[in-house]
């Protein structure tokens, strides 16, 4: 019995000092790396080369546009083509649309996602569907969104560029890191794209080679 005791202890010892060294040598990790929703753009796309229509003269910017490359060379998404137009109420020809549009409550950036049905016509699916085939991505931009500064416009659509490549809100994911992706309201939202950003969508894509 005394010699089992002793045993017990001894591998406690063990055990506990192993926990120890592999704390001290442990590389911190960013949390929820897989804050991001299930749904894939259709094979018959090339995301390699995403094309985007902007359908208002008020968003043709320098604002606007750089926040459109933004998560361009982290993963193999690119937007390649940016084109414009003055009309606010043309089709959606493109990959991803970039609309004005009034918007409710205080949203000032929303994103809808549109899948093809069997007839081959554009049906909206929710940004949260599973196994889905994604074929078409718009952008609403509310136009008090003009009244803002460069930086929040460029912040907006950033981030409405990232639910069009299926990254969530983190908080979402029970997640409070800070990050472009969170929700504003979370007080955990960044200006800017972040390493945790850019760990989700690599998760979610693959890295840039």
């Given at each position: ?121 554009y049906v909206e699916s929710s940004i949260s569907s599973t196994n889905t085939d994604i074929c078409q991505a ?72």
């Amino acid at each position: 019995m005394k010699q089992r005791k002793q045993l017990n202890r001894f591998l406690c010892s063990i055990i506990c000092g192993i926990l120890l060294i592999s704390g001290c040598f442990s590389i911190p990790a960013y949390a929820c790396t897989t804050a991001y929703y299930s749904w894939t753009w259709d094979d018959s796309i090339d995301m390699s080369d995403l094309t985007v229509q902007v359908y208002s003269a008020n968003f043709n910017e320098n604002a606007t546009t750089t926040a459109l490359f933004a998560w361009n060379m982290i993963t193999p998404i690119y937007v390649r083509h940016v084109n414009y137009s003055s009309s606010v109420t043309s089709g959606n020809i493109e990959d991803i649309n970039v609309h004005e549009q009034d918007l409710t409550g205080t949203t000032i950036g929303q994103t809808r996602l549109y899948r093809k049905n069997f007839l081959g016509i554009y049906v909206e699916s929710s940004i949260s569907s599973t196994n889905t085939d994604i074929c078409q991505a718009r952008i609403y931009l509310d136009p008090s969104l003009l009244d803002s500064s460069d930086e929040w416009r460029a912040k907006t659509v950033t981030h409405e560029m990232g639910h069009a490549f299926g990254m969530m809100h983190p908080i979402l994911n029970d997640c409070e890191t800070n990050c472009l992706m969170q929700q504003n309201s979370s007080g955990f939202a960044t200006s800017t794209i972040q390493q945790h950003d850019k760990n989700n969508i690599i998760a979610k894509w693959g890295a840039y080679e």
